[in-house]
């Protein structure tokens, strides 16, 4: 099946720091999106970008679909940020199976 | 719109019971796919109806199944439940559109406590 990869698995920021969150794939996809998992559990979804660039407020991806990778930038982070975060892609053909990375732990300190 | 509903959002059974999760999409959505998440194996696909119609498995065993129902609400089950079950379990809902879209929305999630 298809791997994806997250990297860095943990990172802490001071509040107001800018960062860059990666995610790598094995395999051509048909979706990708981005979520933020909130303190009770829930995914939140960030966004849905199979390829280009798209922004909301503080937070912009850009995937590269033909190098298989997709980043999340969040500038001037605030504590409400921190969470983990997840890239999940979806192979083509396989339906609405999403594969999920491992993560990555944000911690952003005031 | 109202999001992805689940119910109950907190179980507590005991080894070798059987439970039943309930998931309702976003009105107008059909396909309901389910996932497990735990600490050691990360989010994890379990399945996905559509129609009433189960399209997609992922590698679990038999004791995990599910169902849909013609509103689209999805159930799923789990027999004779072990300890390694203790998980969250979210449930997601998708409109495909035209195009290929896909996206996917999730619930509030169900947390399973197996003692």
């Known amino acids: 099946g298809i791997q994806v990869e997250q990297s860095p698995p943990d990172l802490i920021l001071q509040e107001g720091a800018n960062s860059t969150l990666r995610c790598n794939f094995s395999d051509s996809v048909n979706n990708l999106q981005w979520f933020h998992q909130n303190p009770w559990g829930q995914l939140i979804n960030l966004f849905y970008i199979p390829s280009g660039t798209k922004q909301n407020g503080r937070l912009s991806a850009t995937t590269v679909a033909t190098e298989r990778y997709s980043l999340l930038y969040i500038s001037s982070s605030q504590t409400t940020d921190s969470g983990v975060y997840f890239c999940?892609?979806?192979?083509?053909?396989?339906?609405?199976?999403?594969?999920f990375g491992g993560g990555t732990r944000l911690m952003v300190k005031p | 719109k109202a999001g992805v509903t689940q119910t109950p959002r907190y179980l507590i059974k005991t080894r070798g019971q059987q439970v039943t999760l309930s998931c309702s999409p976003i009105s107008g959505h059909r396909s309901v796919s389910w996932y497990q998440q735990t600490p050691g194996q990360g989010l994890q696909f379990l399945f996905e109806y559509f129609s009433e119609t189960q399209r997609n498995k992922g590698n679990f065993p038999g004791r995990f199944s599910g169902r849909q129902f013609s509103n689209s609400r999805s159930e799923m089950n789990v027999s004779t439940l072990e300890l390694g079950d203790s998980a969250l379990y979210l449930c997601?809902?998708?409109?495909?559109?035209?195009?290929?879209?896909?996206?996917?929305?999730f619930g509030p999630g169900t947390r399973l406590t197996v003692l």
């Open positions: 999940a892609v979806e192979r083509f053909n396989a339906g609405n199976m999403l594969t």
């Open positions: 997601a809902s998708s409109f495909e559109g035209e195009y290929g879209y896909n996206e996917q929305f």
